[in-house]
């Protein structure tokens, strides 16, 4: 967290006692730093479609050239990235649920 952050969130203390122009001018401040973060955000948008594209053309031309899309380390990868993200979700019996809503 920045300064700035931590202006703005004093700011919202005690509203009952700022004035109308105080209100404003914490309104304008932080409308001015969403403009700013909502830029950046499309920014890095644009930046992202640009490298997804160009991801996309080169497995384009692997395709064409009779190459695969697929390798045998990509799958090993996946199924790294899966039995990981399996080992963190807690096993639930989904069943058990359903059979008390039988009708």
């Not at 001015?32 to 160009?54: C, F, M, N, P, T």
């Amino acid at each position: 967290m920045n300064e700035h952050d931590s202006i703005s969130d004093d700011a919202l203390l005690n509203l009952e006692e700022k004035s109308n122009e105080e209100l404003r001018m914490i309104i304008d401040e932080l409308g001015a730093e969403e403009q700013r973060i909502s830029y950046r955000r499309r920014v890095l948008h644009g930046k992202l479609d640009i490298l997804r594209a160009e991801m996309v053309r080169r497995m384009h031309d692997k395709c064409e050239a009779g190459g695969d899309i697929i390798s045998g380390c990509d799958v090993d990868r996946l199924i790294g990235i899966l039995s990981n993200e399996l080992r963190s979700v807690p096993r639930v019996d989904v069943t058990a649920s359903l059979e008390g809503n039988e009708s």
